[in-house]
């Protein structure tokens, strides 16, 4: 019965390579985001989809591709990983796109580039 | 770029005692969420305060907001080994509910 989940939650490759990150969130919410945080803990929104459209999308390199085949998941693809895309990485939902706010995160997948 | 600050960066206080966490931001806000991070896990959602709130409580947490000076601060009273975790602020501009984190302050409470 977990909210927010996330898969894998730990993710080592190799430079280059290609990877994803499954989201889903069981809380019947139109808002899904990933976020990042860095190894200094800081945290910085990547994408935000709401009804399964693209609504925020940060300075992201083009190598990140969010998926969102319906308004309960979120994917999230990294084509040719870098070293620095080392991070972890979190799926988080709201109820709505609005600004009454409360976020809900999933556990976070940490994401190793070697 | 970053939203908000916090202060101090680490703070390790006694089983018992108060902790408290302050946050600054730079803009104008539609509230301010206060947010704990056990090591290795993820966010979760403590307490919202909106613009136009000066003070709000939950439990043994209390926050409060001054939008004049742009700043918010967090207490925790009584505290408990438990509630050793990084704590972050977040703004929301309301720019499409995106929020924005602060740099968070990293509790410990000892026994």
């Known amino acids: 019965d977990t909210a927010v989940s996330q898969t894998p939650k730990y993710l080592v490759t190799q430079m280059g390579n290609d990877k994803s990150i499954k989201c889903e969130q069981n809380?019947?919410?139109?808002?899904m985001y990933w976020y990042k945080q860095d190894s200094k803990k800081f945290l910085k929104i990547m994408f935000s989809?709401?009804?399964?459209?693209?609504?925020i999308n940060e300075t992201v390199p083009n190598r990140f591709s969010p998926k969102s085949p319906d308004k309960a998941h979120l994917n999230l693809h990294i084509n040719s990983l870098e070293l620095g895309d080392s991070a972890v990485y979190f799926c988080?939902?709201?109820?709505?796109?609005?600004?009454?706010?409360?976020?809900?995160f999933g556990p976070g997948t940490r994401l190793t580039v070697l | 770029s970053q939203q908000g600050e916090e202060d101090p960066q680490a703070l390790s206080i006694q089983e018992g005692e108060n902790a408290t966490m302050n946050c600054s931001y730079k803009t104008s806000i539609n509230n301010l969420q206060w947010y704990r991070q056990n090591s290795g896990r993820g966010l979760v959602h403590l307490i919202l305060?909106?613009?136009?709130?000066r003070e709000k409580h939950s439990g043994r947490l209390r926050v409060t907001l001054d939008t004049s000076k742009k700043s918010s601060s967090l207490l925790i009273t009584a505290s408990r080994a438990a509630d050793t975790a990084s704590y972050f602020c977040a703004t929301d501009t309301g720019t499409a509910s995106k929020l924005t984190f602060g740099t968070g302050t990293r509790l410990q409470v000892t026994l």
């Open positions: 988080a939902s709201s109820q709505d796109s609005g600004a009454s706010g409360r976020k809900f």
């Open positions: 809380l019947g919410h139109d808002t």
């Open positions: 989809y709401n009804n399964k459209e693209l609504i």
């Open positions: 305060i909106r613009s136009n709130e």
